[in-house]
């Protein structure tokens, strides 16, 4: 079964820091990694990555993955009160169409 | 853009109540999915659909089923609702293949059984 583990559970630090956080999984035939957002509805796309080794980058935001230690950061740099939101990560299997999610970062951004 | 829509935001049902709850995509997608997320608990499939008329149970298929007539709309239906399915039900929908792996969700329903 496949399986995503994210950590911190929950984060809380001042506007301007930086951030990484973590997600690990186990997966039976790896496809992707995908990242989302989710402020107080719809969860929102942020990245998905399929390769070991590659950034990806969307302004302050960037995430990388390592296929052969199975994990995954997401970095924010230069954190803004709007960042304030709990971020998903899940796993694709070539096995089948689902994802699997993670529970979740909260993160808390204090002016 | 893709757009995701949810029949309601917020549903406030009775135990024993037969309950649906509607989504429709604009995007032609062939892939939607129904997920419950709860605290501590995360996202959580309960069935998916790959095409018209075809569905798939998931991980927590139990006390729901579903239904897709055509290929925009994917409804889930609480037989007889009790209060342990009180939860936000989310919506998302994604294209086949390899490749596309993304889906894209709608703002989800809270929903109180009470």
């Known amino acids: 079964e496949d399986k995503v583990v994210q950590s911190p559970l929950s984060l809380v630090v001042h506007e301007g820091d930086t951030v990484t956080l973590n997600c690990s999984y186990e997966?039976?035939?790896?496809?992707?990694l995908l990242w989302y957002k989710q402020e107080k509805k719809a969860p929102t796309f942020l990245f998905m990555l399929t390769s070991s080794g590659i950034e990806k980058k969307s302004g302050r935001l960037s995430s990388i993955l390592d296929k052969k230690e199975l994990f995954s950061i997401l970095n924010i740099t230069a954190t803004q009160t709007g960042d304030s939101a709990v971020y998903l990560c899940?796993?694709?299997?070539?096995?089948?169409?689902?994802?699997?999610f993670g529970t979740g970062t909260r993160l808390t951004i204090i002016p | 853009d893709v757009k995701v829509t949810q029949s309601s935001r917020y549903l406030v049902k009775r135990t024993g109540e037969k309950v649906f709850l509607e989504c429709v995509q604009d995007m032609d997608h062939e892939n939607m999915f129904w997920y419950r997320q709860d605290p501590g608990l995360g996202l959580r499939l309960i069935y998916f659909?790959?095409?018209?008329?075809?569905?798939e149970k998931g991980d927590i298929p139990e006390g729901y089923s579903v239904s897709r007539e055509k290929k925009e709309r994917f409804s889930l239906i609480l037989e007889s609702a009790s209060t342990n399915q009180t939860s936000m039900y989310l919506c998302?929908?994604?294209?086949?293949?390899?490749?596309?792996?993304?889906?894209?969700f709608g703002a989800g329903t809270r929903l109180s059984v009470l």
């Open positions: 997966v039976t035939n790896f496809r992707s």
């Open positions: 998302a929908s994604g294209q086949r293949g390899a490749a596309k792996n993304i889906q894209y």
């Open positions: 899940a796993v694709g299997d070539f096995g089948n169409e689902k994802l699997t």
């Open positions: 659909s790959y095409d018209v008329k075809m569905k």
